[in-house]
């Protein structure tokens, strides 16, 4: 494998689900890119830029940067995310949520996607998380190959089933149209052939980047969730289906997606 002109980058996954929805979402994170004919590592700036927003949650809304982010536990006033010692009441809950996601400098532009699909019973019932993580390979590798760049993957700690889908679509990973049986069509194999290395994974608690994935994909869920007219009714007086609007527009791969242009696959 020969290093692509246009350098390496690398995704951090995570999810959120229910026993209706599956949300899979991954941000890039720029690690390697030529400027003026020399190759320079450029990752460590991108995590500056999240050690200050961390930085910035504490100063305003007084969430320590230690306090691990988790999306579910915020949204709903638990965790006891005020100063690390105190729940907010769910609409303060609510509006820090939102300015979390306000401002996300160190995600560059277009580098947000999702993927989502129904699923049935069992949350490793693996045909439709399948579909959600192959759908969301395939824009990853699409954006990869547009760029000419490399890429690894990290997933958050304890789901080995994602490593296992990985390692398939770097092999096999149906392109153009059906996979988990809601398509119907020719497919062409296009594997992630770009991407180094094997699936990594990462301990969220030590991770901005992969907390960053968390607190998105949740608000990409409540957003799918309000679409589907399912939100529990305290869910719905607080309008957590806008979360995910709170995101500015410029970090969000819109290409991704179909109507709306909001950097989220709905598969059905």
Known sequence: MHLRSGGIDVYYIDESHDRQVFVATAIRIPFLRQIEGVWQIV???????????????????????????????LA?????????????????????YRSILSSLPFIPSEGIMSASASRGKYLYGYERIEAAMYALFQRMRTQCSKANRNALTFFDQGHPEYRKLYRRAQVHLPTGSAFGGWLTGATKNMPLDMFTKDANDKNSKHCYFTQAADVIAYAAFMKLKGEMNKLEQWQNDLKLHTLYDAIPVAHINTKVSGSPKDGIVRLK
């Open 76 to 96: 709903g006033g638990r965790g006891n995310f005020l100063k690390g010692k105190h729940n907010f009441h769910k609409p303060q809950a609510a509006k820090a």
């Open 43 to 73: 990752w460590p700036n991108h995590l500056a830029q999240a050690k200050a927003w961390r930085k910035a949650i504490k100063e305003t809304l007084y969430i320590p940067t230690a306090k691990e982010l988790h999306g579910v536990k």
